[in-house]
């Protein structure tokens, strides 16, 4: 039955691209989608078994040099206080980066700032080659439906179905007919092991359960570009070991990037192409797992094996506690 939709939708979307269902950018947008459709048609067995081929060519070697996300000595604050110093760091065609760092270091300002949501106070944000401060509105957006989202904790809508969130963007972002939304959306929830929990409202779900299904939803439109927020967060060993295989194996069948936001090291180093760790508004150490592994630089270190003390502090800055205790003596 899905094969067979598949194929009817394939050529309504070359009816669509004609004019005559859809119109104008509406069109363009369904009519992109159902052209990455087709190419799942060649593995929709595997797809339907959990992406476990991968569904696009892998990118040609002009296209492996020349960085998906690049941000070239950006800078940034919130009001005076300073958050960014000077950032440099590259996301090319079909990796998965990490970024990582202590609480409040500006590693979430990085994801806003490659979204868009925020613009640099300096220095240059760049997506598929174009400066996303200087893009207008209806540029920005157009960018936007070719990224996915997961966002800290999931974000599920909760007054709606399983199905229903993952069905949101389909339905927003183009005109594919409801049987079609459909049966793209069980091939998405198959695809984390969730298709049977589709009528499922997210307060049923378990912490694990709502972020597949958040991934679910974020990888629902074949983004280019797929932006993880604490992917890990408060979820337990086997929910993310999960979580970690998913965004390996989803980003490799999508031939997407992915940037990834996390505290989780051990799993991080199991699963991404390339780190980077940001402290005081710098990237203060980068390099491949093993090189991660293998590294002697303090910082590292101190991150890798959750030492207390080290280049970052335990104490917050404040006066000797000597020289209060002698001033109550005096």
Request: hydrophobic letters at 45%; a negative charge; one cysteine or more.
């Amino acid at each position: 039955m899905i094969m067979e939709r598949l194929g009817q939708g394939h050529a309504w979307a070359a009816s669509a691209w004609k004019g005559t269902h859809l119109a104008g950018e509406r069109a363009l947008r369904s009519t992109c989608c159902i052209a990455a459709t087709a190419e799942q048609l060649k593995l929709v067995s595997a797809i339907v078994q959990g992406f476990s081929g991968r569904l696009f060519p892998v990118p040609t070697s002009a296209e492996q040099t020349s960085p998906l996300v690049s941000l070239r000595d950006v800078r940034f604050a919130y009001g005076e206080r300073e958050i960014l110093r000077g950032i440099d760091l590259s996301v090319h065609r079909g990796q998965v980066v990490a970024i990582m760092g202590g609480s409040g270091c500006g590693k979430t300002t990085l994801l806003r700032l490659i979204g868009g949501q925020l613009r640099a106070s300096g220095g240059t944000v760049e997506v598929e080659g174009r400066n996303v401060a200087r893009l207008s509105g209806k540029e920005l957006y157009a960018l936007r439906r070719r990224m996915g989202m997961l966002f800290q904790f999931g974000a599920l809508f909760t007054d709606m179905s399983v199905h229903d969130n993952v069905a949101f963007p389909l339905r927003e972002h183009t005109g594919l007919p409801p049987d079609m939304i459909h049966d793209l959306v069980l091939m998405k929830l198959q695809a984390v092991g969730l298709r049977g929990a589709a009528k499922l409202n997210p307060g049923e779900l378990s912490g694990g359960m709502a972020r597949r299904v958040a991934l679910a939803r974020a990888v629902a439109l074949d983004p280019m570009l797929i932006l993880y927020d604490e992917p890990f967060a408060g979820l337990d060993p086997i929910s993310l070991g999960i979580i970690g295989q998913l965004i390996r194996r989803l980003n490799d069948a999508l031939g997407a990037s992915t940037v990834m936001v996390t505290h989780d090291v051990h799993e991080s180093l199991e699963i991404v192409d390339y780190i980077y760790f940001v402290s005081d508004g710098r990237i203060v150490a980068q390099g491949t797992p093993d090189e991660i592994r293998a590294s002697t630089d303090p910082f590292v270190h101190q991150f890798v094996n959750a030492e207390a003390d080290g280049p970052v502090p335990f104490h917050y800055p404040a006066p000797p506690i000597d020289s209060l205790l002698n001033e109550e003596g005096a």
